[in-house]
């Protein structure tokens, strides 16, 4: 039975879908003005690994992550660039998917880009002002009134009296409160025309809280399963969705007994660089695919998932460099048996081990530490088990999208990281080695074996004279 941790309950609760068999999941995606860092590689990975089991456990998932293409960065960038919003955006989007396919991960099944939904985000901001929750500034801003609202500050769990207003919450002449959040910008007279779109409250663009509300409701539903996204979001990106889209719903005073916008509400940890906050001035961000020019995807995909989701993740070569080395004992233990397709009995014990890690709150951890207990297996068995053992260890790892290349080719592709001896070079000195046996000049075929060690390379010799090699 499936418990997911809910950040609206700050408790493990037992996953009921609204419907039966079928769950409905939104992600807040990108804001594409630039390339994708790790830190969004890791809410790719993790929401990609939910959807994955969820499939896997029988759901019917429609999964939806949304792109920010209209937002006070952008908008800058294509000034600075001197090109249309569109083409800056357009760039960025390719440049994700790019990343998100080296990956490897699934593309969401629906992924709306705010630009496009300018007409439901006014409807909703209509219905806010008819509700009384929000009001046009003296400078053309429509605000969210907050403190109109009892039950904002839900989500993060303080009073309005404590929360202050987040990074994105501006302070300025326009608004009667400090807390109160845009809602629609007034198009600024500097502005290209391709920024600005017409609306009740005169030309501008919509805030950026308001694109998730209006675009969720509208692809799922006002009320739906899963709603996930980094920590940084909870406040005050995800309450302000929460009140905004039960303002629009319900007006100032939903009821106990009324559903909620969103039943579970998910978070993934930060990500630290050598235990510092990642950021530009510090000099330790890093794009997605400059760390894929150094480290196998599969390899960046397993360091995300060894951590719970829910935990900070620090993130460094040597962590990296961990990772493929479990990776490496994984492949290891696939690579001895000839593998052939097979079906997942679910009352497998280990399947059972598996699902249940899984099962609490995705405890993708403990779910590798049976992959690692299971290959530990492999090595010790013999025969008929080795082979059912090790199909059971690739069909589980595929639920985690690991372990589905083939084991020597990935164990011979080596560490990007190190320059190392060629695939011809290596199978030269094997030659070589095979030469000096045969000569019985043993003596020089263990200085091989050393050499290529140091380099490296570790050589197997298996019945008949077949000798297989993979990089360290």
Not at 166 to 183: C, H, M
Not at 224 to 234: E, N, P, S, Y
Not at 373 to 393: F, I
Not at 421 to 426: E, H, M, T
Request: hydrophobic share 40%.
């Amino acid at each position: 039975m499936l418990q997911i941790y809910n950040t609206l309950s700050r408790s493990k609760e037992v996953f009921k879908p609204i419907v039966p068999g079928k769950v409905k999941m939104y992600v807040c995606g990108m804001t594409v003005y630039d390339f994708c860092h790790i830190g969004h590689a890791r809410v790719m990975i993790v929401f990609d690994m939910v959807a994955r089991w969820l499939r896997a456990s029988t759901y019917e998932v429609i999964y939806v992550r949304n792109i920010t293409d209209i937002d006070d960065k952008i908008i800058n960038r294509a000034i600075e660039n001197g090109e249309p919003i569109s083409a800056l955006t357009n760039r960025f989007i390719d440049a994700m998917h790019t990343d998100s396919d080296d990956l490897g991960l699934m593309h969401p099944d629906q992924e709306p880009r705010a630009t496009d939904y300018i007409t439901q985000m006014q409807g909703m901001i209509g219905k806010l002002i008819e509700n009384e929750l929000a009001y046009q500034a003296d400078d053309g801003d429509v605000n969210f009134a907050v403190r109109l609202l009892p039950r904002y500050g839900q989500l993060s769990g303080k009073s309005l009296d404590e929360l202050n207003a987040g990074e994105r919450v501006a302070i300025v002449g326009g608004k009667r409160d400090p807390l109160d959040f845009v809602l629609w910008k007034t198009a600024k007279p500097e502005e290209p025309a391709d920024t600005r779109w017409s609306s009740p409250w005169g030309e501008g663009r919509p805030g950026w809280h308001i694109e998730c509300s209006a675009m969720a409701c509208d692809l799922l539903g006002e009320h739906f399963d899963i709603h996930g996204g980094g920590a940084d979001l909870q406040f005050p990106h995800h309450e302000n969705e929460i009140a905004q889209s039960e303002g629009a719903l319900y007006g100032q005073g939903r009821k106990d007994d009324d559903v909620p916008f969103v039943n579970y509400w998910m978070h993934n940890g930060h990500i630290r660089v050598n235990e510092e906050k990642m950021s530009k001035s510090l000099g330790n961000f890093f794009l997605i695919r400059d760390v894929l020019k150094s480290f196998d995807p599969e390899v960046l995909r397993f360091f995300m998932l060894k951590a719970h989701y829910r935990s900070p993740v620090n993130y460094s070569d040597i962590q990296l460099e961990e990772a493929r080395a479990g990776l490496l004992r994984l492949y290891t233990a696939l690579a001895q048996v000839e593998l052939s397709a097979s079906t997942l009995d679910p009352n497998n014990p280990w399947a059972k081990r598996f699902a249940d890690a899984m099962n609490d709150d995705f405890n993708t951890p403990e779910a590798i530490a049976v992959l690692f207990d299971l290959a530990s297996e492999v090595n010790r068995a013999q025969g008929t088990e080795k082979q059912m053992l090790a199909s059971t260890l690739k069909s589980l790892g595929s639920m985690l999208n690991f372990l589905q290349r083939d084991p020597t080719a990935f164990l011979q592709a080596g560490s990007k990281q190190e320059g190392g001896l060629s695939v011809a070079q290596i199978e030269e000195k094997i030659a070589e080695r095979v030469a000096a046996k045969q000569a019985k000049d043993f003596a020089k075929a263990d200085l091989i074996r050393k050499t290529l060690l140091d380099q490296g390379v570790v050589l197997e010799d298996r019945p008949g004279g077949l000798i297989e090699w993979r990089r360290n």
